[in-house]
């Protein structure tokens, strides 16, 4: 097994000068490398220990399994890296582009990625505890699997974005676009969704215990079988959501928008539905036990097999509202 | 053999024209399968034809999962190769739902190449 060489940056430039493209397993340390050129290097399990590679070109650079610790690679070129397995704890890519690159299991605790470009990346397990992704652009990306947990991604872009049984726990998306991404089965206890735009999105048995979607836009998404125990949404948007079988028990649903919205079977237990809109909204088998539902709009809904046990129904609004029993009101 | 994986080709009939004609509906119905057979998708691309079809193709860290829909005859051809761990016939068995084509032949396929050949490398590298 060969050893790790340490190299000094101006050997390494002058070698890719003359062709060479192979460093694999070498060592560099705190050396100024900003704005170089080494498209399609190979660095494969090589030490860049706070190496300064800003403005760097790295288009289809490989890095699988070095050790990119402290690294900045603010404003790189980064389309096609690959980083799989790497260490890039504390490391710095902010404005980078990351379009395509590869950072399946690697390490990215800590690391900056505000405004960075990462459009169809792979990021398979790839850990990201901690990491700041405000306004990072992750559209189209596969993050199956994936621990984000704490993460801050304040407007950040997630259209299409797969998250299936990611843990992101404490995650803060508020006012990102998560529009049509796949949540299937992700962890997003205690995570803020303030605001955020997630219409179509496959959030099928989620963990969104505790979480807080206020204002959120949530139109059309599936949240079939999830669990939203605790969860504030009050003032956000529902329209023709499913949430079939979800448990929404002790939810806060103040002012919210369920038109259209089917609960069939889901459990309301000591929800606050007040000044809910419920219009048309399929209520059937619902457990409501001690819900409120102060000032709701019920017109049109669906109550059959609806258990009303403790509801506080005070100035609801019932207009052609299809009761427990099967009778319509006027 | 040294068995690499299992490979399922799989024609399937009888499905609604919509359904098969739906990227959005496919690419929820390849999440679903992959998920099923407890597989990890790397990367998943779409393709929509003109007039009708659709040609979906997902990278898996088991292998792959490609299909291609002829909504006209309400037919698609479906092919999943597992290596190692996953649950290929979990992941058609979601698929065929979600797409509900009511009419399925599947064949099973095992992958791999002869244990002689490894002998053989063996014995050329011990050689050299």
Redesign the interface.
Request: aromatic content about 0%.
């Given at each position: 097994m060969s050893r790790i060489k340490q190299w000094k940056a101006q050997k390494l430039l002058k070698q890719y000068q003359q062709g060479n493209r192979n460093f694999i397993k070498i060592k560099l340390t705190q050396v100024n490398l900003q704005k170089v050129n080494l498209n399609g290097i190979n660095l494969s399990e090589s030490k860049l220990l706070k190496i300064d590679l800003q403005q760097a070109q790295l288009i289809n650079a490989n890095f699988t399994k070095a050790n990119l610790y402290q690294v900045k690679l603010d404003q790189a070129q980064l389309v096609d890296a690959n980083f799989f397995q790497g260490n890039l704890t504390e490391t710095s890519w902010l404005k980078s582009d990351l379009t395509g690159a590869n950072f399946s299991g690697a390490l990215m605790n800590q690391a900056q990625l505000s405004e960075a470009v990462m459009i169809h990346c792979n990021l398979v397990k790839t850990q990201l505890k901690d990491s700041e992704c405000l306004k990072t652009n992750l559209t189209g990306s596969s993050l199956t699997g994936a621990i984000f947990t704490d993460a801050n991604c304040q407007e950040a872009i997630l259209t299409k974005t797969v998250l299936t049984n990611a843990n992101l726990v404490g995650i803060n998306l508020k006012n990102a676009i998560v529009i049509r991404a796949y949540l299937h089965n992700s962890n997003l206890q205690q995570a803020n969704l303030e605001g955020a735009d997630l219409r179509f999105s496959d959030l099928r048995n989620a963990d969104l215990t505790g979480a807080n979607l206020s204002y959120a836009n949530l139109e059309n998404v599936n949240l079939t079988g999830a669990n939203l125990t605790g969860a504030n949404l009050s003032y956000a948007n529902l329209t023709a959501a499913k949430l079939t079988s979800a448990n929404l028990q002790q939810v806060i649903l103040q002012e919210t928008n369920l038109t259209g919205t089917n609960l069939l079977n889901a459990n309301l237990d000591q929800a606050d539905l007040s000044r809910a809109i419920l219009t048309q909204a399929g209520l059937l088998f619902t457990n409501l036990t001690d819900a409120n539902l102060t000032g709701a709009d019920l017109t049109k809904a669906n109550l059959i097999g609806a258990d009303l046990s403790g509801t506080n129904l005070w100035q609801v609004s019932w207009q052609k509202t299809i009761m427990p029993n099967g009778k319509t009101t006027k | 053999m040294e068995k690499m994986g299992t490979h399922l080709v799989v024609d399937a009939w009888q499905a609604p024209a919509e359904l098969l004609n739906d990227p959005?509906k496919i690419r929820?119905a390849m999440?679903?399968a992959?998920?099923a057979g407890e597989a990890?998708?790397?990367?998943?691309c779409l393709h929509q034809f003109s007039p009708h079809g659709v040609t979906a193709t997902a990278t898996l860290?088991e292998s792959h999962i490609a299909i291609h829909t002829w909504p006209e005859y309400g037919y698609f051809a479906a092919d999943l190769f597992f290596c190692g761990q996953g649950k290929p016939v979990v992941a058609m068995e979601v698929l065929q739902k979600a797409l509900q084509a009511k009419q399925v032949k599947m064949q099973q396929i095992e992958r791999g190449f002869p244990r002689e050949s490894i002998k053989q490398q063996l014995e050329a590298s011990i050689s050299l």
């Open positions: - | 959005e929820a999440i679903d992959i998920a990890t998708l790397i990367d998943l860290a």
